[in-house]
Each structure stands twice: as structure tokens, then as C-alpha cells.
């Protein structure tokens, strides 16, 4: 199977508190990881390392079997690692189609002139929605007009838009009420298909039991214990 990222002895180190410490771990294609802990626990600060938000300060991180550093997020998503965070990042006054392409819309030149288009974003952007088996009524509807769980759904489908190779998820389904949340799950499952390696940060032991093949813990800034799903219980977790 292939390795998409290594994490070895990633360390982040502030000036009163050690955020993580040395954690260690494999993310292979098409794995599904949990990620668990505490407030403080250093989830997000192991996300924004290697998603290129914020620099560690001892480590390595190794991408498809080479060492890579990363600078801004865009060194990240360059390399096909997608993050989908929980307030969503989403422009509610723009249709769906300018969401998902966002600074990367598909365009066409007229004479010495780029121009967007609008019309090949729609088409793809709803080729897309349909790939995942996402229901909107189309892809120039407002983000806006739709509910929580469409609006996850189509963050889902702009971190998947571009050939994702691994899409970290932030407490994928926190602010959704309970009708929505199956439908979100089910959509991160069928993600399966497209080969893609997801991680998923949840206080939610529900969610990390229906879709994760392992689950890791974190505490005080190290990777306190690891499993696969199908080997523990909610109770070990």
C-alpha cells in the first residue's frame, strides 16, 4: 500500500509550553484515521504542522517517500494535502461552483487575456457534486441558501476537487444537527472510492467508530496510544 505521509518525531515547541512531542505516525492511501484528545491535547497544532499553517520545531515530514518542509498552506495543497476546517471557510454570497474553485477557477483566453470560466466551472463543479452523490439542487445555488449539512458537504467537495491525495478534517460534524450528521458520514465514506487518505479530528466516538479504519490519541503533546477500530471499544477510547 502506498505511504502518502510519514510523520517522524514532530516536535512543536513554544516558549512556555511543549505543544507536541515527538509524535510518530503513517497516514498509507486510502487509510482513514481518527485523531483524538483533550482540549490542549495538541490536535490542532499536529494539523497546522503539516498542513502548512505553523512550522514544528524538530521533525520530519516525508510525503509519497520524500522529505518535504512546508511554508504556507499552499506548499501543502500543491502536494494534494487539503484541510477542511470547522467553521468551513465558505463564501455564503458566492454559488457553489466559485467555492469549490475559489483561486483556481478553469479559464479561457480571449486574445492576451485570461478570463475565467464560468460557464466550464458550473459543468465541472457539478460533474463533481455528482461524483459524490451530493444533493443540491444545482451548482450555481448560493452556499448561503443551503443547510449545515450541504455546506459541509461542499467543503467536503472543494477539498476533493483537486486530486487530494490526504483531506484533514476538523470536527467534521460539531455544529450539524443529528438528521445531518449520518449523511455527512456517508460522504466522507465514499470517499473511499477515490483512493484518497483522510484524517479526522472528532470529540465525537460515534463518528470515529462508523468511518475510521484507526484511531490515535493524543495527550500532552504525544501520541499516547493507536488502534485499529475493529481491536478497541468507546470505553478504551
Same mark, same amino acid.
Given at each position: 500500500?502506498?505511504?502518502?505521509?510519514?510523520?517522524? @518525531?514532530?516536535?512543536?515547541?513554544?516558549?512556555? /509550553?511543549?505543544?507536541?512531542?515527538?509524535?510518530?505516525?503513517?497516514? @498509507?492511501?486510502?487509510?482513514?484515521?481518527?485523531?483524538?484528545?483533550?482540549?490542549?491535547?495538541?490536535?490542532?497544532?499536529?494539523?497546522?504542522?503539516?498542513?502548512?499553517?505553523?512550522?514544528?520545531?524538530?521533525?520530519?515530514?516525508?510525503?509519497?517517500?520524500?522529505?518535504?518542509?512546508?511554508?504556507?498552506?499552499?506548499?501543502?495543497?500543491?502536494?494534494?494535502?487539503?484541510?477542511?476546517?470547522?467553521?468551513?471557510?465558505?463564501?455564503?454570497?458566492?454559488?457553489?461552483?466559485?467555492?469549490?474553485?475559489?483561486?483556481?477557477?478553469?479559464?479561457?483566453?480571449?486574445?492576451?487575456? @485570461?478570463?475565467?470560466?464560468?460557464?466550464?466551472?458550473?459543468?465541472?463543479?457539478?460533474?463533481?457534486?455528482?461524483?459524490?452523490?451530493?444533493?443540491?439542487?444545482?451548482?450555481?445555488?448560493?452556499?448561503?441558501?443551503?443547510?449545515?449539512?450541504?455546506?459541509?458537504?461542499?467543503?467536503?467537495?472543494?477539498?476533493?476537487?483537486?486530486?487530494?491525495?490526504?483531506?484533514?478534517?476538523?470536527?467534521?460534524?460539531?455544529?450539524?444537527? /443529528?438528521?445531518?450528521?449520518?449523511?455527512?458520514?456517508?460522504?466522507?465514506?465514499?470517499?473511499?472510492?477515490?483512493?484518497?487518505?483522510?484524517?479526522?479530528?472528532?470529540?465525537?466516538?460515534?463518528?470515529?467508530?462508523?468511518?475510521?479504519?484507526?484511531?490515535?490519541?493524543?495527550?500532552?503533546?504525544?501520541?499516547?496510544?493507536?488502534?485499529?477500530?475493529?481491536?478497541?471499544?468507546?470505553?478504551?477510547?
Amino acid at each position: 500500500m502506498l505511504k502518502v505521509v510519514e510523520i517522524n @518525531n514532530l516536535t512543536v515547541q513554544y516558549p512556555d /509550553v511543549k505543544a507536541l512531542d515527538d509524535v510518530s505516525f503513517v497516514i @498509507n492511501q486510502g487509510d482513514f484515521l481518527g485523531i483524538i484528545g483533550p482540549n490542549g491535547a495538541g490536535k490542532s497544532t499536529l494539523m497546522k504542522a503539516f498542513s502548512g499553517l505553523g512550522p514544528a520545531s524538530k521533525g520530519e515530514i516525508w510525503f509519497q517517500g520524500k522529505p518535504v518542509k512546508f511554508h504556507s498552506p499552499r506548499d501543502a495543497r500543491n502536494l494534494g494535502i487539503e484541510m477542511v476546517y470547522q467553521d468551513l471557510a465558505l463564501a455564503g454570497n458566492l454559488p457553489i461552483a466559485q467555492n469549490i474553485y475559489l483561486g483556481r477557477e478553469p479559464t479561457k483566453r480571449f486574445g492576451f487575456i @485570461n478570463r475565467i470560466d464560468h460557464k466550464r466551472c458550473l459543468e465541472m463543479s457539478q460533474e463533481h457534486l455528482d461524483t459524490l452523490k451530493i444533493h443540491v439542487k444545482n451548482a450555481g445555488q448560493k452556499v448561503e441558501d443551503l443547510s449545515g449539512g450541504q455546506r459541509q458537504a461542499v467543503a467536503v467537495a472543494r477539498a476533493t476537487a483537486f486530486d487530494a491525495n490526504l483531506v484533514i478534517m476538523d470536527e467534521p460534524t460539531a455544529a450539524l444537527a /443529528v438528521k445531518e450528521v449520518s449523511k455527512v458520514l456517508e460522504l466522507i465514506k465514499r470517499l473511499k472510492s477515490l483512493n484518497v487518505a483522510v484524517i479526522i479530528i472528532s470529540h465525537r466516538m460515534d463518528d470515529i467508530f462508523a468511518v475510521c479504519d484507526r484511531v490515535m490519541a493524543l495527550f500532552h503533546g504525544k501520541n499516547f496510544a493507536e488502534a485499529y477500530i475493529n481491536e478497541t471499544s468507546h470505553d478504551e477510547l
